[in-house]
């Protein structure tokens, strides 16, 4: 077990010194096996969940920093600790493959150091797991929850996003039946969810394309449009095409865009897989919009680039990783695609903005503004029979979506979304 240990040393490094997505982290990565895969998933996951409690009580321990030369042992000792309290692996096991992963990463003398310190872990292991209370968020990310939320409100979001999240599916037809068929619970947006055991393409009805991975909340956006059969509709930022193949299923002419290639890649082979057809283009949304000749579109729906905060179940690395500064950048580039929404959309057409954020400045803010400066564009409130019957909590006075991940908490939580149905003047 050394070496998937090794690799999951190695992409905890990178995540959290270079700021990225456990995804992008394992990239350049060696070929891994399956059960090796799975194993580092659920190691540093774990570990990033727990991250706040394990570094404070490495501090109990550790009365040094580490050289920069000797970072590993830094991130092998976050490692550790996590399997040590809460994946149940043997001491000896755990201790012994992060000392010798660590004599390699930097040398012996920080291996004795991570040796003596998983010990003392180990040692008072039962006592440490009493004391851990569940703290997910270090302060910088307590610094985005609080410019938009209460107290309360935040600790009932922390408690729900320490849960793994199951496995949400959008199908083409019958619900129901595929609920049936999977062992999975039918939401009431039309939604499957199911226990994610981590083999999704050996799940039926994969290889025949009679489903595709979506999230509850994301998955609300393209329902906001309503019928929408033979309208033309642009999906930006399309990638990895969720929305885009909801918008097909229901019968739209759909032109999808999106700025990254290989993000686009694998959209194409999704639909392929999905026997779904749309007109594809690799552009920045920005420069599409301001560069159209006239509006052709009877409806948009703009996932615009964000923050990913709202998505904190799954990829809970984003707490470690995301500054308010972001959220402010990624404001900015927002306002600046929504001003030229407008150019691509008909008069009396549908504008439906969306992110995967949990910041207000990322959604609500974001509309409200619009709407104040483009006095041709009205919102248009969503109502819970267009969405799904009992979802009435999760939208907003003014008609807006606004899902957290303590939404629909008995059936397992949510990402955080924010949705807006927007109409032009005819």
Known sequence: MTEPRRIAVEIMQKILDEKVFFSDAKLGMPEIPPQDSAFINMLVLTALRHLVFIKKTLKKFVKKKLPAAA???????????????????????????YVEITKKTADKYVGGFVNAVLRKVAEQKEELKKSDSGEFFPPEFFRILNQDYGKKTIQKIQRAA???????????????SWADKLGGTLLPNGTIRLKNNGRINMLEGYNEGEWWVQDFAASLAARTLGNIKGLKVLDLCAAPGGKTAQLINAGAEVTSLDISKPRLQKLKENLERLKFNAEIIC?????????????????????APCSATGTIRRHPELVHIKRLQDIEKLAALQKDILDVAGNALKKGGSLVYCTCSIAKDEGEKRIEEFIKNHPEFSVKPVNSQEIGRNLEEIITPEGFIR????????????????IARLQKGA
């Open 71 to 97: 970072a590993s042992g830094k991130y092998a000792l976050y490692l550790g600790t996590a399997e040590i309290l809460y994946l149940n692996t043997p001491d000896y096991a755990v201790i012994n493959s």
């Open 162 to 176: 320490m849960a793994e999240p199951d496995l949400d599916l959008s199908v083409k037809n019958n619900p129901q």
């Open 283 to 303: 552009a920045d949304a920005l420069e599409y919009l301001k560069n159209i000749s006239e509006p052709a579109y009877d409806a948009i729906l703009l996932d």
């Open 403 to 418: 899902t957290l991940p303590g939404h629909l908490a008995a059936s397992g939580g949510s990402d955080a979304f924010f």
